[in-house]
């Protein structure tokens, strides 16, 4: 052994033999390569036309229950001024609670119900959200409520493909 790695005609015929190797590309790939990259190019971008990728305002939130007559549960969250604009009664709400996690027992549903004209004292608007199924998630799991029970809301204000996301930003690149 140690006489071959002495042997320098034998390294060099080695070297020309993985030179050759690293420098051979397959027939098909030349002929080929553009339409195989320009193929996979348009599969993704035909892929990003079934994919919604959704505008969503967060928060920290805050669920109460309602004393009978209406015996309800429902949430209270403050938004900041820059998200308000997007934000409609009836709107969508994913609420995960603090101390149940969310891959374990998923998420409560809820709607926009209500949002306050004026702001707090912190430049907030309060925003009411219903929960229609009470403390059931989506998982089929209730959720042991206290009062002032801490959660995340995410408000899905809007829907839309990544497609047309993308096309968007294409569209409005500034011209040089």
């Known amino acids: 052994m140690p006489s071959d790695i002495n042997n320098p005609a034998r390294n ?5 033999e993985v030179q050759e190797l690293i420098s051979y590309r397959p027939h098909w790939f030349i002929r080929n390569g553009n339409a ?11 892929l990003t036309w079934f994919i919604d ?4 305002v967060k928060g920290p939130l805050k ?16 938004v900041s001024r820059t998200g308000l604009e ?3 009664p009836g709107q969508r709400v994913m609420i995960q609670v603090e101390g149940y996690p969310g891959n374990e027992f998923g998420y409560l549903s809820g709607t926009v119900n209500y949002i306050s004209n004026v ?15 009470g403390l059931n998630t989506n ?4 959720i042991f409520f206290h009062n002032n029970l801490d959660a995340r809301a995410e408000i899905m204000t809007d829907n839309r493909r990544l497609f047309d996301r993308l096309w968007d930003g294409l569209r409005n690149t500034p011209k040089r």
């Open 12 to 16: 060099e015929l080695i070297s020309s």
């Open 36 to 46: 195989i990259f320009f193929c996979v190019l348009l599969l993704l971008l035909a």
């Open 53 to 56: 990728y959704p505008d969503e």
């Open 63 to 78: 669920l109460f229950y309602s004393q009978p007559p209406q015996s309800r549960y429902y949430g209270q969250m403050l």
């Open 86 to 88: 997007k934000i409609r």
């Open 119 to 133: 702001p707090t004292d912190k430049d907030s608007f309060l925003i009411n959200i219903n929960l229609p199924y």
């Open 139 to 142: 998982y089929s799991k209730v």
